[in-house]
């Protein structure tokens, strides 16, 4: 089968590793290239956590856990840093209760625990927190690179610096995407075109009667220097939700070779398309390393560096994938997709060849789908 994917991102690369795997004639095509500072899937880490506040999204992680071994085998490598997850703040009652119905292994834990978990953060009175042990950081930028490797490996063939300004789905022949290629306009008929644009998807949802209303934000994180007397990269993840469960909140988990990792879940901007300037703004820097000062007080503060990224919002911060026609579309990460980078792979490569989700999980995969918008 011919596919062409739109987006060589986290959500595309794994697709087009995948579909070439299975012996599939792939192209991908990718304005800024693999790992680009412009989108959404640059930077050293990530959190892979199983814990999430509702069920379905737990069945998907403990499936994309799986998926991460198996990557991880084929890589010959780590490409996760097993250090757990502390959730704190809002929503600490529902995660409990998810990875219980669940049978995920976790704990309830009270301040003597979490002082020997994480002795350097400050304990939270109010809201108590979730102590989950199969989680930590993905060494994104590795992670993406194994995945290219492998989809370079099977065949696959990635076309840099392209601009796609049309897919056609009722084109003669198969589907017909339209790029502009370091200034010159190129084309390919495909069986299936798998969209993954990221803040760029907006426009070929429209113009496949899928209309969603996503949101592309400008988002940025700080590494710190954690301390020489501090083991910190051995210590868990975080996150502390708000405990209105509005979102999540301030993050941080240690990133190795460079520091302990922090954001602040609040937009630094819109995504404006012809917006490259990615200079990290020094008021969220400060407020960053603030709220690590107040969050760890122990830990050395002093900036390494900081990097900004996009992602896109989903009108119910859920991820969007779904086939429409020849078309299969995903995009949405809001915030969380990287952590799913096998699972992505799995799931859009299974919508590309009609091939059957896993029977436990198949329902939440369908639930991802554009119905849940058009059923409103």
Not at 137 to 154: H, I, K, N, Y
Not at 186 to 200: F, H, L, M
Not at 333 to 347: A, H, N, R, Y
Request: proline residues 6%.
């Amino acid at each position: 089968m011919r596919v062409v994917v739109v987006g060589a991102g986290v959500m595309g690369l794994s697709a087009a590793a995948e579909l070439s795997a299975r012996g599939h004639d792939v192209v991908a095509l990718d304005r800024f290239g693999v790992g680009n500072l412009i989108a959404s899937s640059s930077g050293a880490t990530r959190i892979f956590r199983l814990a999430h506040p509702v069920r379905d999204q737990v069945r998907l992680a403990k499936w994309n856990h799986t998926l991460w071994a198996r990557l991880e085998q084929r890589a010959g490598r780590s490409l996760r840093l097993q250090t757990g997850l502390i959730w704190r703040g809002g929503l600490v009652d529902e995660v409990q209760q998810a990875l219980a119905d669940e049978g995920v292994d976790h704990e309830r834990i009270d301040r003597s625990r979490q002082a020997t978990l994480f002795p350097e953060l400050r304990w939270d009175d109010e809201s108590g927190a979730v102590w989950q042990p199969e989680a930590g950081a993905v060494l994104a930028d590795q992670a993406l690179q194994a995945v290219a490797s492998e989809f370079a490996a099977g065949g696959g063939r990635l076309v840099p610096d392209a601009r796609v300004v049309d897919v056609d789905p009722n084109a003669p022949g198969g589907v017909r995407v339209v790029a502009e290629v370091a200034g010159a306009r190129r084309e390919w008929s495909a069986d299936r075109v798998v969209i993954a644009a990221g803040p760029w998807a907006g426009q070929f949802l429209d113009a496949l009667g899928a209309s969603v209303q996503l949101t592309p934000v400008l988002e940025q994180v700080t590494y710190v220097r954690g301390g020489a007397d501090i083991p910190w990269q051995s210590r868990p993840a975080i996150v502390d939700a708000p405990l209105d469960g509005s979102s999540f909140g301030f993050y941080a988990m240690p990133t190795p070779g460079v520091g302990f990792k922090v954001g602040i879940d609040t937009p630094l901007r819109p995504f404006v398309e012809g917006d490259l300037d990615r200079q990290p703004d020094l008021a969220r820097e400060r407020e960053s390393v603030e709220r690590l000062r107040y969050e760890l007080p122990a830990f050395d503060s002093e900036v390494v560096r900081s990097e900004i990224c996009s992602w896109t919002d989903s009108p119910d911060d859920q991820f969007v994938v779904d086939r429409v026609g020849a078309v299969v579309v995903a995009c949405g990460d809001s915030g969380q997709g990287f952590k799913f980078l096998p699972l992505f792979g799995e799931v859009l490569a299974n919508l590309v060849d009609d091939s059957p989700m896993p029977g436990p999980v198949a329902a939440d995969v369908a639930a991802l789908g554009l119905a849940r918008f058009t059923d409103r």
